[in-house]
């Protein structure tokens, strides 16, 4: 994402996925590094991102624990929890507040020495509303099912853009997402975590047919550009 003021941020930099227009060793530039959760297509290169680029970290405060270990300086790691607002690109009036996902989060750790792979509680998982520059407003759902309070935080954030995952499976569903874009209230929703792999059969066609028609859609390819 790139803000109006010039900034650069990525939520959950999985870019070794299969439709990742570029990968990690390409990314040259990045101010602030959102993860919602510690599930591998989530996390991952963020330690490698943050090191290249000395970006700012922004993570719920477990998983921004196991991010100091992997080498993550405690300076550049803003830790946070569930209902908390933070600013979050010093300088700028760019803030994010953290909300609720209802999803799990844990982190898979290969020990050095043993090669024995394990995993840890990675804290809750949470979604992100980020204030732009300009006054926009978006939010960033994470992995999440549909869940009573979003009505509530719609009330509260009054967001523009959702991004809501629709592949079903592992997350919601293109008509429980639809219904996530109203109890939102936004104008805009643009849809993730979909099409990855085949176990994710939620589709953007079935996402449109369900969402409400005061809502635009817009579902960008990987490697497409939307403004706003």
Known sequence: MDTP???TIYIDPW???????ATAKQVD????????HGHADH????????KKTNARVLTLAELSTYLATQGIPAANLIRMNLGGTATAIPGTPIKVALVRADHSSTVSYTDPQTKVTSMTPGGAAVGYIIHLENGLRIY????????GDMELFGKRYKPDVAMLPIGDHF?????DAAEAARMWGVKT???????TFPILTGTVEAF????????TLRAPAPGDTVEF
Do not use: C, F, W
């Not at 530039?29 to 919602?36: K, Y």
């Not at 929703?189 to 099409?195: F, G, L, R, S, T």
């Not at 449109?208 to 809502?215: E, G, H, R, T």
């Open 140 to 147: 960033h759902a994470g992995d999440t099912a549909l869940y």
């Open 29 to 36: 530039r990045a101010d602030l590094i959102l993860v919602t």
């Open 189 to 195: 929703a643009i849809p993730m975590h979909y099409a």
């Open 43 to 50: 996390l991952g290169e963020t330690v490698e991102i943050a």
């Open 171 to 175: 997350t919601m569903g293109p008509e």
């Open 208 to 215: 449109q047919k369900a969402l409400s028609p005061q809502i």
């Open 5 to 7: 003021g010039g900034k």
């Open 15 to 21: 870019l070794g996925n299969p439709k990742a227009p």
